[in-house]
């Protein structure tokens, strides 16, 4: 009996996450072929915006996928148009196969909600679910029980131990904007999508408007992240127009400041390398506190901003001696933003408006008790930003 299986997605773009799963899903379930389906419309998420065509993607993953025996593409479900529900796309494979054994391939995400699918107890009398194991993400015992809970049911589960390419699309979204993406797409893909000018590989960004520059930012954030930023911005005009700083650049620095933030620590060197940036001990030794260093090179490179502004961001979590008033309003700003909600932000807040130096003062020495309590070192920076302003400065 030939076993088939299904792989359906988004593929938003397909990466080399999606072809090193489906290839070890292919020999754990001993597959005779592997189908990979693009949704024409996913059930339970809308494309964010600028997202290619079905047919653009259907055709980057025949690319992905040109050097992988046994594995094909259908676009079956672009064809049927509308929302593109698993159970539809089983009831017409089972036509096309009849005698095969399905696999239908999932995420493990999608296998602990799967009592949420579109007729789902339908979908399991025709299938064995193929479960890729993505590493740590989710718990053991929690895919255990919703195994023996769904097998209860009558359902057919194999698990897939796969290796994990820590890399998701909406990832992928943000490092080709950023001009890092190669090392994660599959050979072909990168230019097909440089040709066709998608994802904003091809976006003129430099110097954008600052209403266009916001919907951009917006779009590259993470969510939970755009509130923080937008105060950063709104703060950093204040404190200009107060200080009689570049208003242009405190909006500029203050919307960008955080716009690499949502790349975790192994992305952050990932983008560092990409651009050939050679990084100090204290970098690799805490990635995380690369967004600064990313963020400047970002919105030099990608969005063509002026070095007053680079700076600010460069050193907008750290400081560094010496700062000039842009470096210190954005510094500032970043602390004490409207969303900023901890004890002694009202003295922040209160000391900007009258003692700029001293609300930076205290910005660093909050900051340095912060990661004295977390038993994380205070980067170089902020030493040096720390025994200049002692010795320039009356303590505060
Ligand atoms: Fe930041
Ligand atoms: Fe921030």
């Known amino acids: 009996m030939e076993r088939i299986g299904i792989f359906g997605g988004t593929f938003n773009p397909p990466h080399i996450g999606h072809?090193?799963?489906?290839?070890?899903?292919?020999?754990?379930?001993?597959?005779?072929?592997?189908?990979?389906?693009?949704?024409?419309?996913?059930?339970?998420?809308?494309?964010?915006?600028?997202?290619?065509?079905?047919?653009?993607?259907?055709?980057?993953?025949?690319?992905?996928?040109?050097?992988?025996?046994?594995?094909?593409?259908?676009?079956?479900?672009?064809?049927?148009?509308?929302?593109?529900?698993?159970?539809?796309?089983?009831?017409?494979?089972?036509?096309?196969?009849?005698?095969?054994?399905?696999?239908?391939?999932?995420?493990?995400?999608?296998?602990?909600?799967?009592?949420?699918?579109?007729?789902?107890?339908?979908?399991?009398?025709?299938?064995?679910?193929g479960v890729f194991c993505r590493g740590a993400s989710h718990e053991p015992a929690a895919l255990e029980q919703k195994q023996t809970e769904l097998k209860k049911l009558g359902a057919k589960v194999e698990l897939v131990e796969n290796e994990v390419v820590s890399i998701s699309s909406t990832q992928m979204?943000?490092?080709?904007?950023?001009?890092?993406?190669?090392?994660?797409?599959?050979?072909?893909?990168?230019?097909?999508?440089?040709?066709?000018?998608?994802?904003?590989v091809n976006a003129h960004w430099k110097q954008l408007p600052m209403e266009q520059l916001e919907q951009v930012v917006v779009r590259l954030l993470n969510p939970n992240r755009v509130a923080h930023v937008l105060g950063c911005r709104d703060t950093a005009v204040e404190l200009a127009k107060h200080w009689g700083a570049n208003t242009?650049?405190?909006?500029?620095?203050?919307?960008?400041?955080?716009?690499?933030?949502?790349?975790?620590?192994?992305?952050?060197?990932?983008?560092?390398?990409?651009?050939?940036?050679?990084?100090?001990?204290?970098?690799?030794?805490?990635?995380?506190?690369?967004?600064?260093?990313?963020?400047?090179?970002?919105?030099?490179?990608?969005?063509?901003?002026?070095?007053?502004?680079?700076?600010?961001?460069?050193?907008?979590?750290?400081?560094?001696?010496?700062?000039?008033?842009?470096?210190?309003?954005?510094y500032v700003a970043d602390y004490m933003e409207p969303n900023r909600n901890f004890p002694g932000v009202e003295k922040l807040r209160h000391l900007a408006y009258t003692d700029l130096q001293s609300a930076l003062r205290l910005g660093l020495e909050m900051t340095m008790e912060h990661l004295k309590r977390q038993g994380n070192a205070l980067s170089p920076e902020s030493k040096e930003a720390l025994a200049y302003l002692s010795s320039h400065q009356t303590p505060v």
């Not at 419309?41 to 653009?56: F, R």
């Not at 993406?181 to 066709?196: H, T, W």
Request: glycine share 6%; net charge neutral.
């Open 19 to 129: 072809i090193q799963a489906a290839k070890q899903a292919m020999a754990a379930l001993k597959l005779d072929r592997l189908i990979l389906i693009p949704d024409n419309m996913a059930p339970h998420k809308a494309l964010p915006p600028n997202s290619p065509t079905g047919w653009q993607r259907l055709d980057m993953l025949r690319l992905a996928v040109q050097d992988c025996p046994g594995i094909q593409v259908s676009d079956l479900e672009l064809r049927r148009e509308g929302v593109s529900y698993t159970v539809d796309t089983i009831a017409q494979l089972r036509q096309l196969h009849p005698k095969a054994k399905l696999y239908l391939l999932m995420g493990t995400d999608m296998f602990l909600c799967f009592q949420n699918w579109y007729h789902w107890k339908q979908i399991l009398e025709d299938v064995t679910l």
């Open 173 to 200: 979204r943000r490092l080709l904007a950023f001009h890092c993406a190669e090392i994660f797409l599959p050979q072909g893909v990168g230019d097909y999508i440089s040709r066709n000018g998608l994802y904003d």
């Open 248 to 330: 242009t650049d405190a909006a500029r620095a203050g919307i960008l400041h955080d716009i690499t933030k949502a790349l975790d620590g192994p992305l952050q060197l990932t983008l560092c390398a990409a651009h050939g940036t050679i990084l100090n001990d204290f970098s690799r030794k805490y990635p995380k506190t690369l967004h600064a260093l990313t963020g400047a090179l970002v919105a030099e490179r990608i969005f063509g901003e002026n070095e007053a502004v680079v700076s600010a961001i460069r050193y907008h979590t750290t400081g560094k001696a010496a700062m000039n008033l842009l470096e210190t309003i954005i």
